[in-house]
């Protein structure tokens, strides 16, 4: 069951108009930047950072209607079943034109803009991520472009450990089957490179209880020992990609303090908006969230959590600007020109969600019931099964496909969803599963849908249509060209 939490959305009280909105702006000493572009000059505060102001509790604006949520959605395809929030989110309008607004103070006068908007701008949404996952302090939250980023950040720190002396060659990072493609690329491109071994947790698909996971992830904690190696990282998803899947991160954190993993890093891509994210009850070193997957931000923006500590100090951003030893979080909100807009609207996005019943936890919570909802009737029409029990669904679920479909390999999958895009104007990924030996007329085909407040039955009706009706055409993947 999910379980409500309330959170207490801080409200800011900054000397400067922050809106981008906000027709006499103002340029206060408070949160000024001292730095120039040639790294003359330093924050007069710590580690170029000013005080974090004063949270007060955010007054609730009136319930947002049917009406105004397509409203705020309008700009998407209408043509479209769009049922795949999860891959790239989904923007409001009312955030693009805050977005655009800022993007329009900068380029009106730039040089302003970085020396007394932008630092102060970041650090106020950091505030706010700070007050949406429980974390003691802000500077124990940076904001990164996106989840691999982040990952980016925490393996690199762990490269150094290999290249410096301070990990034994062989010692070993685990990660699960499951993991993101570009997660799994970098543990290539930083953990192996560097001489780790990577010991991969094997999660079974379809999954019936957390108990089948938290069994196989104490075998990889074995396999990583074998030898006498030490596991330096383990790197755990909050909620699986594809097949999507909500992992018990927290029993698995305390599994890794009692096998005294050094350093534990959550991979919550879609984390913020989806499941409950509390950074103190998981426990864990290092936790990541994308904020435009589930949470109305534009792209793209993200937060890393990471737990002060005297051992975990040496973070770094991968983009090496002149804040370079100033700490991550001044690292990262400053890794050159570029547009920083997306990270600067997240008290809007607050403002925003907090227009729905009960804010992001209503939300939350709707889109997990009606997910839900959507695919036990899709699976109804098909003849076919959830790929995990709801409560480890988030707001995304996975179906089995008809298995007269002919879904051989992934690449059946990736035709398949490009007929469905194509001719029957449904988006939905597709995920491939391997038939176990002996299986008769296997599901080897699992469609992931999403559910976002823009979202209507509708959109599932159309693809349950459109599955039916190839089905009922005698369709298979080989008859489609590569």
């Not at 980016?152 to 089957?177: N, S, Y």
């Amino acid at each position: 069951m999910l379980r409500r939490l309330v959170i207490l959305v801080p409200k800011f009280t900054i000397r400067r108009p922050l809106s981008p909105a906000s027709p006499n702006l103002v340029n206060p000493c408070h949160g000024r930047s001292m730095a120039s572009p040639d790294g003359n000059h330093r924050h007069p505060e710590t580690n170029g950072e000013a005080k974090p102001p004063a949270p007060k509790k955010q007054k609730l604006s009136t319930s947002i209607t049917d009406s105004e949520i397509q409203s705020e959605f309008s700009h998407h395809d209408a043509s479209v079943a769009r049922i795949n929030n999860g891959s790239f989110g989904s923007c409001p309008q009312s955030i693009i034109s805050a977005q655009q607004r800022w993007q329009l103070r900068f380029l009106r006068q730039p040089d302003s803009f970085y020396f007394n908007d932008l630092k102060a701008g970041i650090l106020e949404s950091r505030e706010f991520i700070r007050s949406l996952i429980n974390a003691d302090d802000v500077s124990e939250v940076s904001i990164v472009d996106n989840a691999t980023t982040a990952a980016a950040v925490v393996l690199q720190q762990i490269a150094w450990g290999f290249t410096e002396g301070r990990f034994q060659k062989g010692d070993v990072a685990v990660m699960l089957h499951y993991a993101y493609g570009a997660v799994k690329k970098s543990m290539e491109a930083y953990v192996t490179r560097a001489g780790g071994r990577v010991v991969e947790v094997q999660l079974p698909f379809p999954v019936s209880s957390k108990e089948e996971i938290i069994t196989e992830f104490r075998r990889a904690l074995e396999r990583g020992k074998e030898n006498g190696q030490r596991i330096r990282l383990a790197v755990i998803d909050h909620v699986t990609s594809m097949p999507s899947v909500v992992i018990p991160v927290k029993e698995l954190v305390k599994i890794c303090r009692e096998e005294d993993v050094d350093q534990v890093f959550v991979d919550a891509a879609h984390g913020i908006g989806c499941v409950d994210v509390d950074v103190k009850e998981i426990g864990a070193d290092f936790y990541t969230s994308n904020l435009h997957k589930w949470f109305f931000s534009p792209p793209s923006v993200a937060f890393l959590y990471c737990r002060r500590s005297a051992k975990l100090s040496d973070l770094h951003h991968p983009v090496v600007s002149h804040e370079y030893g100033n700490g991550l979080a001044i690292e990262s909100a400053w890794i050159g020109t570029r547009d920083y807009s997306a990270q600067l609207v997240v008290p809007s996005v607050l403002e925003f969600v907090n227009r729905f019943e009960g804010g992001i936890e209503g939300i939350k919570k709707r889109n997990h019931e009606q997910v839900v909802r959507m695919g036990e009737m899709l699976a109804k029409s098909w003849g076919t099964q959830l790929g995990c029990p709801p409560d480890m669904c988030s707001s995304m679920v996975m179906i089995g496909l008809p298995w007269c479909l002919g879904i051989t390999s992934e690449r059946d999958t990736l035709k398949l969803r490009v007929h469905l895009r194509d001719r029957f104007a449904v988006e939905v990924p597709i995920y491939y599963r391997a038939p176990k030996e002996g299986e008769v007329d296997p599901v080897t085909g699992y469609a992931r849908i999403s559910h976002q407040v823009y979202n209507k039955v509708e959109d599932y009706e159309r693809f349950r249509d459109a599955i039916n009706k190839l089905v009922g055409d005698k369709f298979t993947c080989a008859s489609l060209s590569a």
